[in-house]
């Protein structure tokens, strides 16, 4: 940059530029004589004063920067000359001495560039006496500062300002910042430990965290067996502090007390077990034992329970019928693939009278006796074999009760699920007849219904039956359905009315509606537990006090109330 050589080539370019001009003028100006000769001279253009104003400035500054260039080009020079005739003199000018003062007042000043080639200001420029040899900097002409004048240029907007200078100095763009991974969560982190457990244990806290770092950053990229082996974290605790590293309090056991807090109450000392430890009599004070018993709080064990078992997925018939076609399907397929690789015998041929010379052919005209034996004992073999299987297979008389009495109790015993338990509460209207009493307590005792009926004679009766859904489905089509009530209930009262009686019911219909007998289901519903134990049972009442008693003695008095409070459409 700062060689002679290159000085010279910026020279040059400038002078060629301004010859250049200069012989574009004088050609046009030879052009617009000739016209005006030949009389075809064009209309002259309007005269633009800024425009002439702009090309004069730009002719003054070039004419400026030649002659800029041709005082560097003397002073050069006479620095070199003056370098070569006298090195003894320019030595003691470097330091300091008289001689390079005077020197100094022939040379022109000298020129400091930038680290662009901008020229430096004399308040900017380095002391140049204690080493001369350093301003060798290049010059570059093109890259000269150009002088502004806002007052003279007319286009110039204070407003917006100088843009082409500006923009060399712009502000850097802004990139994106991304946010590094976990950094959040860990301040959450912290001010969640520092408002529970205080600033000391988050910078203690920070300060193992830095300080693993930095063993991680030691050891990274060596064998783990070669890393020494140190004292454990987590198991030191540092002086006149309760936190452990790397535990939380909370995770930190308390020590063993020497005496336990409920001993603590009825000792004599309750420091101390006194003898008590060593196998001796302990001191008690007896006067604050008595007869009352503490419960510990019952205290959730530290495992998590399991994880309930999937359910088992509900089948429709369909469903089930079609796995099994499918699975014989498969046992037969399998079979056949055995007996095709011969690691199975094949069948022997099923042969019967029917097919008996399809299947033999020949072999049967040989001997037809003996082959139509042969045939008639597989045929009987076969027979027996069928009988026996179903024979295994047959239950025995206790499973098949068992099993008629499961399926009408709704138990779940393959899938282990607990019955359901309802409960139907009836109300009739007269329940003295022995007939009827024995409909609905034997019905009851042969669907394994528990309950009972509670008779209040003149009023109603109430009868509550327990079991399972099934169970009681077909108990309501006996009630509601199958017995008749109405019926039951005139012929009563025939046997013990009178003829006075008789005679009314007869005559006035509407005293023969009144009389009919009824039964109506007042509400089923599904229960947690059973209120009744045992066989259903009948008893009968003198009030309805006493009617309700029984069934409070149960805990189920409501069943009476919604009977009484029954009213039918």
Same mark, same amino acid.
């Given at each position: 940059?700062?060689?002679?050589?290159?000085?010279?080539?910026?020279?040059?370019? !400038?002078?060629?530029?301004?010859?250049?001009?200069?012989?574009?003028?004088?050609?046009?100006?030879?052009?617009?004589?000739?016209?005006?000769?030949?009389?075809?001279?064009?209309?002259?253009?309007?005269? %633009?004063?800024?425009?002439?104003? +702009?090309?004069?400035?730009?002719?003054?500054?070039?004419?400026?920067?030649?002659?800029?260039?041709?005082?560097?080009?003397?002073?050069?020079?006479? +620095?070199?000359?003056?370098?070569?005739?006298?090195?003894?003199?320019?030595?003691?000018?470097?330091?300091?001495?008289?001689?390079? =003062? +005077?020197?100094?007042?022939?040379?022109?000043?000298?020129?400091?560039?930038?680290?662009?080639?901008?020229?430096?200001?004399?308040?900017?420029?380095?002391?140049?006496?204690?080493?001369?040899?350093?301003?060798?900097?290049?010059?570059?002409?093109?890259?000269?500062?150009?002088?502004?004048?806002?007052?003279?240029?007319?286009?110039?907007?204070?407003?917006?300002?100088?843009?082409?200078?500006?923009?060399?100095?712009?502000?850097?763009?802004?990139?994106?910042?991304?946010?590094?991974?976990?950094?959040?969560?860990?301040?959450?982190?912290?001010? *969640?430990?520092?408002?529970?457990?205080?600033?000391?244990?988050?910078?203690?806290?920070?300060?193992?965290?830095?300080?693993?770092?930095?063993?991680?950053?030691?050891?990274?990229?060596?064998?783990?067996?070669?890393?020494?082996?140190?004292?454990?974290?987590?198991?030191? #605790?540092?002086?006149?502090?309760?936190?452990?590293?790397?535990?939380?309090?909370?995770?930190?056991?308390?020590?063993?007390?020497?005496? @336990?807090?409920?001993?603590?109450?009825?000792?004599?000392?309750?420091?101390?077990?006194?003898?008590?430890?060593?196998?001796?009599?302990?001191?008690?004070?007896?006067?604050?034992? =008595?007869?009352?018993?503490?419960?510990?709080?019952?205290?959730?064990?530290?495992?998590?329970?399991?994880?309930?078992?999937?359910?088992?997925?509900?089948? =429709?018939?369909?469903?089930?019928?079609?796995?099994?076609?499918?699975? *014989?399907?498969?046992?037969?397929?399998?079979?056949?693939?055995?007996?095709?690789?011969?690691?199975?015998?094949?069948?022997?041929?099923?042969?019967?009278?029917? %097919?008996?010379?399809? $299947?033999?052919?020949?072999?049967?005209?040989?001997?037809?006796? !003996?082959?139509?034996?042969?045939?008639?004992?597989?045929?009987?073999?076969?027979?027996?074999?069928?009988?026996?299987?179903?024979?295994?297979?047959?239950?025995?008389?206790?499973?098949?009760?068992?099993?008629?009495?499961?399926?009408?109790?709704?138990?779940?015993?393959? @899938?282990?699920?607990?019955?359901?338990?309802?409960?139907? $509460?009836?109300?009739?209207?007269?329940?003295? =007849?022995?007939?009827?009493?024995?409909?609905?307590?034997?019905?009851?005792?042969?669907?394994?219904?528990?309950?009972?009926? $509670?008779?209040?004679?003149?009023?109603?009766?109430?009868?509550? #039956?327990?079991?399972?859904?099934?169970?009681?489905?077909?108990?309501?089509?006996?009630?509601?359905?199958?017995?008749?009530?109405?019926? !039951?209930?005139?012929?009563?009262?025939?046997?013990?009315?009178?003829?006075?009686? @008789?005679?009314?019911? %007869?005559?006035?219909?509407?005293? *023969?509606?009144?009389? *009919? %007998?009824?039964?109506?289901? #007042?509400?089923?519903?599904? $229960?947690?537990?059973?209120?009744?134990?045992?066989?259903?049972?009948?008893?009968?009442?003198?009030?309805?006090? !006493?009617?309700?008693?029984?069934?409070?003695?149960?805990?189920?008095?409501?069943?009476?109330?919604?009977?009484?409070?029954?009213?039918?459409?």
């Amino acid at each position: 940059m700062g060689t002679p050589e290159n000085k010279r080539k910026a020279s040059d370019h !400038a002078g060629g530029a301004s010859g250049t001009a200069e012989d574009g003028q004088q050609t046009k100006r030879a052009k617009i004589v000739q016209e005006e000769k030949d009389g075809v001279a064009k209309p002259k253009p309007a005269i %633009n004063l800024s425009v002439l104003e +702009k090309a004069k400035k730009a002719l003054e500054k070039q004419k400026e920067l030649k002659e800029r260039l041709a005082r560097l080009k003397e002073a050069g020079a006479a +620095k070199a000359s003056a370098a070569a005739s006298q090195p003894a003199t320019t030595a003691p000018a470097s330091a300091g001495g008289p001689s390079s =003062t +005077k020197l100094a007042t022939r040379l022109p000043p000298p020129l400091v560039l930038d680290e662009h080639g901008r020229e430096v200001g004399a308040a900017h420029a380095p002391d140049t006496s204690a080493a001369p040899s350093r301003l060798k900097a290049a010059f570059n002409p093109l890259l000269a500062p150009v002088e502004d004048d806002e007052q003279d240029n007319t286009h110039y907007d204070r407003f917006l300002g100088n843009k082409g200078a500006k923009s060399q100095h712009r502000r850097p763009r802004s990139t994106l910042h991304f946010v590094e991974e976990g950094k959040f969560q860990k301040q959450a982190e912290d001010v *969640r430990l520092r408002a529970k457990y205080g600033d000391q244990f988050v910078r203690d806290l920070e300060e193992r965290r830095q300080r693993e770092a930095a063993e991680a950053e030691q050891y990274a990229g060596m064998d783990p067996n070669m890393i020494p082996l140190g004292t454990s974290r987590g198991v030191t #605790v540092t002086a006149g502090s309760s936190i452990v590293e790397g535990v939380l309090p909370e995770e930190v056991e308390p020590p063993v007390p020497d005496v @336990e807090w409920w001993d603590a109450r009825i000792l004599a000392d309750k420091t101390t077990y006194g003898a008590a430890a060593n196998g001796g009599e302990p001191a008690l004070k007896l006067d604050r034992i =008595t007869h009352y018993i503490e419960h510990p709080v019952l205290l959730d064990p530290p495992a998590e329970a399991p994880p309930p078992p999937p359910q088992p997925l509900k089948l =429709t018939k369909q469903e089930l019928k079609k796995m099994r076609t499918q699975r *014989r399907v498969a046992r037969e397929q399998e079979k056949q693939e055995l007996i095709r690789q011969g690691l199975l015998e094949p069948p022997k041929p099923k042969v019967k009278i029917s %097919n008996l010379m399809r $299947v033999l052919g020949s072999e049967a005209t040989a001997d037809p006796t !003996a082959i139509e034996a042969e045939v008639r004992r597989q045929t009987a073999e076969r027979a027996a074999a069928h009988e026996d299987r179903n024979l295994a297979r047959m239950l025995t008389p206790a499973e098949r009760r068992e099993k008629k009495l499961n399926k009408l109790l709704d138990k779940k015993t393959e @899938e282990g699920g607990e019955p359901v338990k309802q409960v139907a $509460v009836y109300k009739v209207g007269e329940l003295a =007849t022995p007939q009827l009493k024995f409909k609905v307590e034997v019905n009851a005792k042969e669907n394994h219904l528990t309950g009972m009926a $509670v008779c209040l004679p003149g009023a109603f009766s109430v009868i509550v #039956v327990e079991g399972g859904p099934k169970t009681l489905r077909r108990y309501e089509k006996l009630m509601l359905r199958r017995i008749d009530w109405s019926g !039951a209930g005139k012929n009563v009262n025939e046997e013990q009315g009178s003829e006075e009686d @008789e005679e009314d019911r %007869n005559g006035d219909d509407t005293d *023969r509606t009144k009389s *009919r %007998n009824y039964c109506h289901l #007042v509400w089923t519903g599904v $229960v947690k537990e059973n209120a009744f134990k045992g066989r259903f049972r009948t008893e009968e009442v003198r009030s309805e006090i !006493a009617g309700r008693g029984i069934f409070s003695a149960k805990g189920v008095g409501h069943y009476w109330d919604l009977a009484a409070a029954y009213v039918s459409d």
